[in-house]
């Protein structure tokens, strides 16, 4: 059982609110905004066929720091991530219109290369999925794509020292990284998407299918990258969102962006009573 359903299932039979005891697991961090948001998106609407996911989403997402998105199953969380780097482009029935501008570019415009789009975006999904190749050809894949001509072997270290697996696979670089444990496969994952260097990296429920050892580290790990990458992820884990992110945005069913605030705030303070009834279980 994840922590957000054991810590639901006590509140309901307590009756106490999740939010009453938000504040001893929200974070306290405060990373400074640097700048114009990376991202601004305005009036997004996404279709699968006749049936909208998201409708007339506007948010900006901040430079250099962890953005959330919770809300319950079908809500659009995870369209919204994909929405970013251009992903949903691979589902035949998906539809996008509005715009996702990334740095003031529409990322849909029609000069924008989605390939070359995800190589600034970076994006880690919810099952760890390691190529059937060494660690080292798993961390260099990005880099030998994209005809990268420096020291790869330098770069594959950095990515997993910034990825807090080097130590631990230091001296098995030419081992499968199939060989390795369910964490230590994402946190693979990620230093091959951060060996490109892009600018943003998106993870879609990264520590849903791990233990709780494994997945305090990935929190450990996104609070680290945050100091050189703008993070957006989605999570189910409502505490989780509470711990490692500055900004919480909060989708509900039929696609609808409800608040999008400062993460203390939503979790204190939330200005709409449908957000205050989902994070204290009422409903999700």
């Known amino acids: 059982m994840s922590t957000q359903d054991s810590t639901t299932d006590e509140s309901e039979e307590s009756g106490e ?8 697991v929200v974070s306290s961090k405060s990373r400074p905004t640097s700048g114009p948001p990376v991202f601004d998106v305005e009036d997004l609407d996404v279709f699968y066929g006749s049936e909208q996911a998201l409708q007339s989403v506007d948010m900006e997402i901040p430079s250099k720091q962890v953005t959330a998105l919770i809300g319950p199953s079908g809500c659009g969380k995870s369209t919204y991530l994909r929405c970013l780097n251009r992903m949903n482009d691979l589902i035949d029935a998906a539809r996008v219109e509005g715009e996702v501008n990334l740095n003031g570019k529409n990322v849909y415009d029609e000069d924008v290369d989605p390939v070359a789009l995800r190589r600034k975006i970076g994006m880690v999904f919810q099952t760890p999925n390691p190529f059937p190749k060494t660690i080292r050809e798993n961390v260099a894949y990005g880099l030998k794509i994209q005809g990268y001509d ?9 990515s997993l020292k910034q990825a807090a697996l080097w130590d631990e696979v230091k001296d098995q670089l030419d081992s499968s990284g ?3 444990s369910g964490g230590q496969q994402q946190r693979l994952c990620i230093a091959r998407a951060i060996a490109p260097d892009p600018e943003v990296v998106l993870m879609d429920e990264p520590a849903s299918a791990l233990d709780p050892v494994a997945t305090s580290k990935i929190e450990d790990l996104i609070d680290d990258l945050a100091a050189e990458y703008t993070v957006v ?4 884990n409502m505490q ?3 711990r490692i992110s500055d900004k919480t945005a ?6 609808e962006l409800v608040e999008f605030d400062d ?12 957000v205050e009834d989902y994070i ?5």
């Not at 609110?17 to 001893?24: G, L, N, P």
């Not at 420096?150 to 950095?158: F, Q």
């Not at 992820?233 to 189910?236: A, L, P, S, Y």
């Not at 993460?263 to 449908?274: G, H, K, L, M, Y």
């Open 263 to 274: 993460t203390q705030t939503i979790f204190e303070n939330p200005a709409d009573d449908r």
């Open 17 to 24: 609110a999740i939010i009453e005891t938000s504040s001893d």
């Open 233 to 236: 992820i989605v999570t189910h």
């Open 250 to 255: 909060v989708f509900l069913t039929g696609g």
């Open 178 to 180: 199939l060989d390795l």
């Open 150 to 158: 420096g020291d790869i072997d330098a770069r594959v270290e950095k």
């Open 240 to 242: 989780q969102a509470a």
């Open 280 to 284: 204290t279980g009422k409903f999700g």
